[in-house]
């Protein structure tokens, strides 16, 4: 799987609708309405970067709303699971801690695809 489509993946499985720039960099857009006082509203409408394999936040929120279980080997290795020892369906393994997380994440958005 290519570097984007993990994060659009992993965007995905967040709910967010994630977009997918020339470039393949991956962004999600986003809408702040701002009321004032007398009651008016603004909209101001930006995006922001989505990329959980640089941007340690949206790795830690990946793992928060994902449930996920990390573990670090004899050797160093980041072990990351979406369950218990027990039943385990999907499992991943890097030296880089938030590859794992996204590896992990986008297993699981793909799997949970197919089975729709």
């Given at each position: 799987?290519?570097?984007?489509e993990?994060?659009?993946?992993c965007?995905?499985?967040?709910g967010?609708?994630?977009y997918?720039?020339e470039h393949?960099?991956?962004?999600?857009?986003?809408?702040?309405?701002l009321?004032?006082s007398?009651?008016?509203?603004?909209q101001?409408?930006y995006?922001?970067?989505?990329?959980?394999?640089?941007?340690?936040?949206?790795a830690?929120d990946?793992?928060k709303?994902m449930k996920?279980?990390?573990d670090?080997?004899?050797?160093?290795?980041?072990?990351?699971?979406?369950?218990?020892p027990?039943s385990l369906s999907?499992?991943?393994?890097?030296k880089?801690?938030?590859?794992?997380i996204?590896?992990?994440?986008?297993k699981?958005?793909?799997?949970?695809?197919?089975?729709?």
């Amino acid at each position: 799987m290519k570097y984007h489509e993990m994060n659009q993946l992993c965007g995905q499985a967040m709910g967010y609708t994630v977009y997918v720039n020339e470039h393949n960099l991956c962004y999600l857009s986003k809408v702040d309405v701002l009321m004032f006082s007398d009651h008016s509203k603004t909209q101001s409408k930006y995006s922001i970067s989505y990329d959980p394999q640089s941007d340690d936040q949206q790795a830690m929120d990946l793992i928060k709303t994902m449930k996920l279980r990390i573990d670090i080997s004899k050797d160093g290795r980041w072990l990351v699971s979406n369950g218990s020892p027990s039943s385990l369906s999907v499992f991943t393994e890097s030296k880089v801690l938030n590859i794992a997380i996204v590896e992990c994440v986008a297993k699981i958005q793909l799997e949970k695809m197919l089975n729709e």
